[in-house]
């Protein structure tokens, strides 16, 4: 596994040459921030069959502790067991 972090579109030519060889045995996780929709980086990664992107946003205390009572409350704290 290779995780990269504070990445840019400077990156892709490095990310193609990994596809284009088929390495199929590896997992490159980018952490690039904000990637416009014109990034050159989210745009392949949008349209390659073998890869993909998940955004992420970074939530305030006050959100994760709203959503974890809302689930606790609804689940009445009901964790799967």
């Given at each position: 596994m290779l995780i990269i972090n504070r990445a840019t579109d400077k990156i892709l030519k490095f990310i193609k040459e990994i596809s284009e060889k088929g390495i199929d045995?590896?997992?490159i996780i980018i952490n690039s921030g904000n990637l416009e929709k014109?990034?050159?980086?989210?745009i392949y990664f949008e349209k390659e069959?073998?890869?993909?992107c998940i955004p992420?946003?970074?939530?305030?205390?006050k959100t994760l502790n709203f959503l974890a009572?809302?689930?606790l409350k609804n689940n009445k704290g009901d964790l799967g067991k």
């Open positions: 045995d590896i997992t014109k990034s050159k980086l989210r069959k073998n890869t993909i992420f946003y970074n939530d305030e205390v009572y809302n689930f």
